[in-house]
């Protein structure tokens, strides 16, 4: 984080706990106008006059569609179709900025690296000249800069603004820390909108489905188990990519075998990444999934995880060796 960013948040009361957290003193989370400093996603810019050209062999979404007034979420992959990280792709100029996880940018960077050859291509790891804000409006009407259509950027004063849901109706903006210092302000001082902690972006990102991965669950599920299919973040017709003969098999067979789902945990204590679930109706204590990400708010635990397809969906959840922490299946 960049280090004047960090101290703009410190004089606006912000607090920064062990596990990355950014925490602001109680008020109301009940304010419709919010914003966040997010902590856990960073950005890996990608420059270069061969950089089109390169991302397009190496991720699952379609570079000719990207503009600055179109982002798209996307996967990068392994050989064997894996998903190495999951992203939201945008571009500003001739620039293309991933942001992803913070704990797998340096991975991802290193295993981008061994692709570039001869390429004209820069990996470049901004999260100290980039800061990442999250914006959220009440429903069916904005206040500051005006939000696009979902997945759709803009670039507002040297800021990149994307749209992530229209029914949550929120906003990630990407911008230099000067500028990010003076959207803040604004936003807070004159527009009404309430400081909120970090992990309630994140619990929002599980609430939308954005399905973020860790260390622990890299390299662990290929791209519709996570429904990037369904959320437009797999191209089918744009060519050869890293991964692609396993992703292409998948989508013409018509099915995975496994699923990701939105879930609420009956413990208000979110489990970790990769936590095993159980089917208590089978009487054993067979995995038949994992958790992907969880998040905790005001004593809710809300969590994305990936399960066997079943033909019922007819389950009985619950988290292994958690005192059988019982698991319900939401709508997504």
Not at 284 to 302: D, R
């Amino acid at each position: 984080m960049n280090p004047n960013w960090k101290t703009f948040l410190s004089t606006e009361q912000a607090a920064f706990n062990n596990d990355g957290d950014i925490v602001f003193p109680s008020i109301s989370s009940d304010s419709e106008k919010q914003i966040f400093a997010v902590s856990d996603l960073a950005v890996l810019t990608v420059t270069g006059k061969d950089a089109a050209k390169f991302l397009q062999g190496q991720i699952t979404c379609n570079i000719s569609d990207i503009s600055e007034t179109q982002s798209s979420l996307g996967a990068f992959c392994n050989p064997k179709g894996r998903i190495i990280t999951t992203f939201l792709l945008v571009k500003k100029a001739d620039t293309f900025l991933l942001i992803l996880p913070v704990a797998l940018l340096e991975p991802v960077k290193k295993r981008l690296q061994m692709y570039i050859l001869r390429s004209d291509v820069q990996l470049t790891d901004s999260s100290n000249e980039l800061c990442l804000i999250g914006l959220g409006y009440p429903a069916g009407q904005t206040s500051g800069p005006a939000l696009p259509e979902p997945l759709f950027a803009t670039v507002q004063q040297d800021a990149v603004f994307i749209n992530l849901s229209t029914k949550q109706n929120r906003c990630l903006v990407i911008s230099a820390p000067e500028t990010a210092q003076a959207l803040w302000r604004t936003s807070v001082g004159t527009q009404g909108f309430q400081p909120q902690d970090s992990a309630q972006w994140r619990y929002l990102d599980i609430l939308s489905g954005l399905p973020w991965l860790t260390p622990e669950t890299s390299e662990e599920f290929i791209p519709q188990m996570l429904n990037l299919d369904k959320l437009g973040g797999i191209s089918f017709n744009k060519g050869c990519y890293t991964g692609q003969e396993i992703v292409a098999r998948t989508h013409y067979l018509g099915k995975t075998k496994r699923e990701m789902f939105l879930a609420e945990c009956a413990s208000s204590a979110a489990p970790e990444a990769n936590t095993a679930i159980i089917d208590n109706s089978t009487g054993t204590e067979q995995s038949i999934g994992t958790v992907l990400m969880a998040q905790s708010w005001q004593n809710v635990c809300k969590m994305l995880i990936v399960l066997q397809v079943s033909d019922t969906n007819d389950y009985r959840l619950a988290l292994k060796n958690r005192d059988q922490d019982k698991v319900t299946l939401l709508t997504l």
